[in-house]
């Protein structure tokens, strides 16, 4: 009975929003959502098609051994990349947003002006230091042919947070269609650079030189998605364009405040992403991490297509109360069905989901895909209640709660792989995909009890 009712909420949702698309009236809360989902879903597919065509060509013509390999050198510069940002985007939505709506377009270029400056010394400090801990970090901690990939990598490090910022201030004016413009030349550009380099160059070519291209490849297709939105936003962006209005002591004070918790939220989210490679990393074989990596981003493509928090994020804002509390109620609902239907279509077709992506080389990764599997249902509602919490103004506790999350997913991937590993590399990596289930749901159970909370 519960889900019949659901089920029918739904269906009334969806006629509701049909309605909406056959009038063209995208106004009000509903009608603003339907419009930027729109965009938003747009990016996010554009995104995971583009991204699954790269993967399954460098899964398949790298082998699961040189994939590893990779996968490896992205998931240490996205660490990397996690601290390169510490809030500044989503705090550049909220102010710029803010700032907007009280019809001051010179106070929001005081705080993009102020805030790129911010991005832009953390975004060379970062790279800096992953220039000069690439030796260590290939040699002592991998032991793989990692260096010059690293090096590179540092190209990406520079462009990535920098497109990131760029794209907020198209969020913050509620402009999702240079977004969607800039994943298009990224994705398009580094598909072609990766069939070039697979099909023409790659036979040539020493293993670290090889992963070496790859990463370029990918480094200088973001390059350009930057230069894209950068002339973007000169052109369309019309607050950029007026008088600056510096800000004030005591508005850089509340900058801070609600950046600080950002900071540990973005740290914390891009940690626990790649901390199962980067711990598999030391213990087990390079082929090992290839198929964990592998079902890794199927994981993250499915959970991409279940969360819209941001959509949400600005909609959450502008709600509060009842109006609020029903929002979310609607938006975890719908959510929790259509992941609780995805799990069961994955554990079924898993065998054929990847023979069919990868390959008959990446048998072992049936196994590791039905367990994350069972992450979609807290990855995807964890990020509407992010969302949530965050325009209700309580950072700090979202903050909060993911140190000792992130702390207790490092303690359980630590005692299970090494429990694990004394059977094999594969069961290894089972307990990492099993903690990660486990730390998921134990967050997300969290958040469920502190949003009854007053």
Do not use: W
Request: aromatic fraction near 14%; charged fraction near 15%; proline fraction near 3%.
């Amino acid at each position: 009975k519960y889900m019949i009712k659901k089920i029918n909420i739904l269906k009334k949702e969806f006629k509701d929003i049909i309605g909406i698309i056959k009038l063209r009236n995208f106004k009000g809360n509903k009608g603003i959502a339907i419009k930027n989902s729109f965009f938003n879903l747009s990016k996010t597919l554009i995104a995971k098609i583009g991204g699954l065509l790269s993967v399954i060509l460098l899964a398949r013509f790298l082998m699961p051994e040189l994939f590893g390999i990779y996968s490896l050198v992205m998931a240490t510069i996205f660490i990397f990349i996690s601290f390169a940002d510490l809030g500044i985007s989503s705090a550049l939505v909220r102010f710029v947003s803010r700032a907007l709506g009280k019809k001051d377009p010179q106070k929001a270029k005081g705080y993009t002006k102020y805030l790129f400056k911010l991005e832009l010394i953390l975004v060379l400090i970062i790279i800096g230091f992953s220039i000069f801990s690439a030796k260590f970090i290939a040699n002592n901690y991998y032991h793989q042919p990692l260096f010059l990939p690293l090096i590179i990598g540092s190209l990406y490090i520079f462009s990535l947070p920098l497109t990131t910022f760029l794209e907020s201030i198209f969020f913050s004016v509620g402009k999702f269609k240079e977004p969607v413009n800039k994943e298009i030349i990224f994705q398009v550009f580094r598909l072609i650079f990766i069939i070039i380099i697979l099909f023409f160059i790659k036979k040539s070519l020493p293993e670290e030189f090889l992963i070496f291209l790859i990463v370029f490849s990918i480094a200088l297709s973001s390059f350009l998605g930057l230069v894209y939105l950068f002339f973007a936003a000169k052109k369309k962006i019309s607050f950029l364009k007026t008088k600056l209005k510096k800000i004030k002591k005591n508005e850089r004070k509340e900058l801070k405040n609600f950046m600080i918790p950002l900071t540990i939220i973005g740290i914390s989210g891009l940690f626990l992403g790649n901390i199962d490679l980067i711990m598999l990393g030391y213990f087990v074989r390079s082929e090992f991490i290839g198929y964990y990596s592998a079902v890794l981003f199927l994981i993250g493509s499915f959970t991409a297509l279940l969360s819209f928090s941001v959509v949400l994020f600005p909609i959450f804002s502008r709600l509060k109360g009842i109006a609020l509390n029903k929002a979310l109620k609607k938006s975890v609902n719908a959510t929790l069905i259509i992941s609780g239907c995805l799990i069961i279509l994955v554990i079924i077709f898993s065998p054929f989901i990847i023979k069919l992506i990868y390959g008959s080389d990446y048998i072992n990764s049936i196994i590791l895909l039905r367990i994350l599997a069972f992450s979609f249902i807290p990855t995807s509602i964890i990020a509407i209640y992010n969302s949530y919490f965050i325009s209700k103004g309580r950072t700090k506790l979202v903050a909060q709660l993911l140190i000792p999350i992130s702390i207790l997913n490092i303690i359980l991937n630590y005692v299970l792989i090494t429990i694990l590993l004394k059977t094999s590399s594969l069961a290894a990596s089972i307990g990492v995909a099993g903690g990660t289930v486990v730390s998921l749901s134990i967050h997300l159970g969290l958040l469920v009890f502190f949003s009854k909370k007053k």
